[in-house]
Nanobody, 121 residues
Framework: VQLQASGGGLVQAGGSLRLSCAAS????????MGWYRQAPGKQRELVAA???????NIADSVKGRFTISRDNAKKTVYPQMNSLKPEDSAVYLC????????????????WGQGTLVTVSS
């Protein structure tokens, strides 16, 4: 199983970025996909996640600025980050909770490589 992340970069405060994360490999079912972030010296925190049914979980710190959508057919999740602030600067990591088979299916977390987001003031 691989999670391929893309879309990070440098943006000015107030700007926007759209990340993407695509899951590939032997995947039986995905219960949720999302993004976490980790800034230097800080704990990893959930940014946004979405279930297969479309339910979303958005961190309070980004609510109203970030949204997340998911294409189940492509096994891809797209967080849209608007009105970015310098404090949003971090390494963003894609996460998926998925099953690779078996009955009953067991779900485990998988992580993609990080993508750096830098917001300049």
């Amino acid at each position: 199983v691989q999670l391929q992340a893309s879309g990070g970069g440098l943006v000015q405060a107030g700007g926007s970025l759209r990340l993407s994360c695509a899951a590939s490999g032997t995947i039986f079912s995905i219960s949720s996909m999302g993004w976490y972030r980790q800034a230097p010296g800080k704990q990893r925190e959930l940014v946004a996640a979405v279930t297969g049914g479309g339910s979303t979980n958005i961190a309070d710190s980004v609510k109203g600025r970030f949204t997340i959508s998911r294409d189940n057919a492509k096994k891809t999740v797209y967080p849209q980050m608007n009105s970015l602030k310098p404090e949003d600067s971090a390494v963003y990591l894609c996460n998926a909770r998925l099953s690779t088979g078996g009955y009953p299916p067991t779900f485990s977390p998988y992580w993609g490589q990080g993508t750096l987001v830098t917001v300049s003031s």
